[in-house]
């Protein structure tokens, strides 16, 4: 089976920084994602961990270690417009395909 | 826009009811992937289909079926409604690589 434990909720402030972690169980791991999404919209791709180390993309970077099965997604200068909730995933062993399984996802509200 | 189509948009249905929902993937991409989201919940895995054959099965009642037709297009059919299935239900299409591509989803409401 496979687990991923996100926190529910985090605010910050614009202008900062805010980290959302994500610590995960898997049988047999092939990668952690993280996805975006607004109310009422679609999840979109963010990022993508295949080994460990940071990745970064503009604003955002994400990070993953394998031995410690934990990753986190940075977010700097915060804009009001990243207010959203914030999915991480990794591929799970089904039937021996690897779908993608998301976490509950950590809502962030960033504040004036 | 992900290029991942999904119809209709909106779905209002009385239990006991049966409803498809159709989605269309980013032309090229051979996976398509069913999740549903029920509120305050994440995405739940449901079928991952590929190229016209089932591949995985996550947590998908015996009531749900799907398929994916020669065009690439998949169905979701969702049978014997419950109040409990009212929820958001996306596809995704994915090339070969680890980025899911998703549709604006279906929202279902079962009164």
């Known amino acids: 089976g496979q687990s991923l434990e996100q926190p529910s909720e985090v605010t910050a402030v614009e202008g900062a920084i805010v980290q959302i972690n994500c610590t995960y169980q898997?049988?047999?791991?092939?990668?952690l994602s993280w996805y975006q999404q607004h109310d009422g919209g679609a999840p979109t791709f963010l990022s993508y961990?295949?080994?460990?180390g940071l990745e970064e993309t503009g604003r955002f970077s994400s990070f993953l270690s394998r031995s410690d099965s934990y990753g986190y997604l940075l977010l700097q200068e915060l804009q009001m417009k990243d207010s959203a909730s914030y999915f991480c995933a990794v591929r799970a062993l089904y039937s021996g395909n690897t779908p993608l399984v998301f976490g509950k996802g950590t809502r962030l509200s960033v504040i004036a | 826009d992900s290029g991942v189509t999904q119809t209709p948009k909106h779905l209002i249905t009385a239990t006991g009811q049966r409803v498809t929902l159709r989605c269309s993937p980013r032309s090229g991409d051979l996976s398509v992937y069913w999740y549903q989201q029920s509120l305050d919940q994440g995405l739940q895995f449901l079928i991952h289909y590929y190229n016209g054959e089932e591949r995985a099965k996550g947590n998908i009642l015996e009531r749900f079926s799907a398929q994916q037709f020669p065009d690439l297009h998949s169905e979701l059919n969702l049978s014997s409604l419950e109040l409990g299935d009212s929820a958001l239900y996306f596809c995704?299409?994915?090339?070969?690589?680890?980025?899911?591509?998703f549709g604006p989803g279906t929202r279902l409401t079962v009164l």
């Open positions: 898997t049988s047999g791991f092939y990668g």
């Open positions: 961990n295949g080994l460990d």
């Open positions: 995704a299409s994915s090339p070969a690589t680890d980025t899911q591509y």
